[in-house]
């Protein structure tokens, strides 16, 4: 059973990895003023990166800004939850339940931060790359 579940946590990394969504060349990751290192920025880098692509060419699709931020706590409370599997399944000491908490908060801190600040890095006229064939799954 235990081993089923590292398999499904493995090909779940692999995915996210392979995800043109979550590595695209047209994102920078999660831009914290100053780059100052914060709060589970490596766990919601991938959802940064997404949340980039959905900025650029949510217009293109009909959608608006709301929706890429909506899209981008649903992921990171995803991300959130996979981090407390993995530390189920290995066996890591943290509390867990502690863990998941200060994620979630991190996860609304991020949230917060584009809702309030980011207005003006959401594109109106989407750039032409935004009509490639992997663009579409990106968004909500």
Request: charged content about 15%; glycine content about 4%; hydrophobic content about 35%.
């Amino acid at each position: 059973m235990i081993l089923t579940l590292a398999a499904i946590c493995l090909l779940i990394e692999l995915s996210l990895a392979a995800n043109p969504c979550t590595t695209s060349s047209h994102s920078d990751g999660c831009s914290i003023p100053g780059d100052l290192p914060f709060f589970y920025k490596d766990t919601f880098t991938p959802n940064c990166n997404q949340h980039d692509v959905c900025y650029f060419c949510a217009v293109r699709y009909g959608l608006v800004r709301h929706d890429c931020d909506n899209l981008f706590l649903k992921n990171m409370e995803a991300s959130c939850s996979h981090l407390d599997r993995k530390r189920f399944l290995f066996g890591d000491s943290t509390d867990t339940q502690h863990t998941h908490h200060a994620c979630m908060a991190s996860a609304f801190v991020y949230y917060e931060a584009v809702y309030l600040g980011a207005e003006s890095h959401f594109e109106q006229t989407s750039p032409s790359w935004c009509g490639e064939s992997w663009v579409r799954q990106c968004l909500p």
